[in-house]
């Protein structure tokens, strides 16, 4: 299938499917010598894993991770990463009676329009499990970030009608629905349960803060660093807008607001404001890289939908097995993970951008 690689200089390529055997990433492109082990990368996966909340799929998975190949005594060694992270409590029966009708709001229709056959077992390749794969390249890529001090955060800025007053980031990781408010988090849980009562499901927005990026990263043109953002972002399951600084508000706002003034600051050059989001032409401006991400309402819900079949008849259908009431506290770490991965593309892209920085590179100064 193609569409499964991401990235040109971390170069990540996710396989597996949900009711498979299992799933996992080769990442090529990661430079020797990053310290690296399971429990690196099993962090991250255990703050995406099911059945931690009410608020989640009940699906008992470990998600634990086996390094195949690409690390020796404890480091990277320049060579392909594998990661492979098995598949144990599938139930494919649960899909048995919708294997051939088309789910409202999922890929099945599309899937089944393009190859005419399609794995129907909990959305195949579609589903949300995939970001699984995701998450573990994710985690390789923050340590990388780590060692540079750059720091990717991200937290549930609303639910539903719900948007947080206030950013703690500590409260952020009391709460099963990932919100930096506590009273934000209160609403929502209230607004979550009425809904969930009507067998009904519920979207929201992400908000990802990248912090410590050097100015100067990123590509004019068409590789510019936001339109590579919005790739990587968009390219997750449920994701149906992004914004970057102050998004689509821009548009009701004036120059004289919205331009960022410069500063001389100790360190550089910085602005006063940050409507941009850290992003001018493309590239990186120094200042706090902000995105948002807008999930849309996990489709399967319990109550019965009208839609049609593989034989182009019109039927209901009622959906049962396990699924999450609400993607975002899942999708959080999911969102930091393919952010960390485009800002370690964008910065190994950026290698070979200077005459003088290669140069210095191989010792060839004159
Ligand atoms: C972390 C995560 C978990 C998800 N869990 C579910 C789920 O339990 N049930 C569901 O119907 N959709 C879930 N989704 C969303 C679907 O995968 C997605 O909406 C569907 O494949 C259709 O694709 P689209 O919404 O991007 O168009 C999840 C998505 C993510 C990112």
């Avoid at 090529?28 to 989640?56: F, H, M, N, V």
């Avoid at 209160?186 to 009507?198: G, V």
């Avoid at 968009?234 to 600084?245: L, N, P, R, Y």
Wanted: with cysteine; glycine share 12%; net charge negative.
């Amino acid at each position: 299938m193609a569409g499964s690689v991401f990235g040109n200089h971390f170069k990540i390529m996710t396989f597996g499917e949900s009711h498979g055997k299992g799933l996992g990433v080769t990442i090529d492109g990661c430079p020797a010598g990053l310290e690296l082990c399971e429990e690196d990368i099993q962090k991250y996966l255990d703050r995406r894993k099911p059945g931690q909340s009410s608020y989640t799929t009940a699906r008992n998975e470990a998600d634990a991770v086996e390094i195949l190949s690409g690390v020796f005594e404890g480091r990277t060694t320049g060579t392909p990463i594998a990661l492979l992270i098995r598949n144990k409590d599938q139930h494919s029966k649960d899909y048995s009676n919708i294997c051939d009708v088309f789910r409202p709001g999922h890929a099945d229709y599309g899937f089944f329009a393009k190859y005419g056959f399609r794995d129907y077992r909990g959305g195949g390749r579609s589903s949300g499990r995939e970001t699984v794969a995701r998450v573990a390249a994710g985690a390789v890529a923050m340590k990388i970030l780590a060692s540079m001090g750059v720091n990717v955060h991200a937290y549930a800025k609303s639910i539903g009608p719900v948007s947080v007053s206030k950013v703690d980031l500590a409260e952020a990781k009391n709460n099963s629905l990932c919100m930096p408010d506590p009273e934000a988090a209160r609403l929502a849980e209230e607004f979550l349960q009425s809904c969930m009562k009507r067998k009904d499901s519920v979207g929201g927005v992400i908000e990802c803060v990248a912090s410590g990026m050097p100015a100067g990263v990123g590509d004019p043109v068409f590789g510019k660093l936001d339109a590579m953002l919005a790739q990587a972002i968009m390219s997750i399951g449920a994701v149906k807008g992004f914004e970057i600084g102050d998004g689509f508000l821009v548009a009701e706002s004036t120059g004289s607001v919205n331009n960022d003034a410069f500063y001389a600051a100790e360190d550089g050059v910085a602005t006063v404001t940050n409507h941009a989001g850290g992003i001018l032409g493309g590239i990186s401006n120094g200042e706090d890289i902000i995105l948002r991400a807008a999930f849309k309402p996990t489709p399967s819900i319990g109550s019965e939908q009208k839609t049609v079949n593989e034989k182009g008849e019109e039927c209901s259908i009622t959906i049962h097995g396990r699924h999450d009431p609400i993607v975002v506290p899942r999708a959080v770490v999911v969102v930091e993970a393919m952010t960390a991965i485009t800002l370690v593309d964008a910065l190994l892209s950026n290698m070979g951008a200077r005459l003088d920085s290669i140069i210095k590179f191989y010792g060839r100064e004159l």
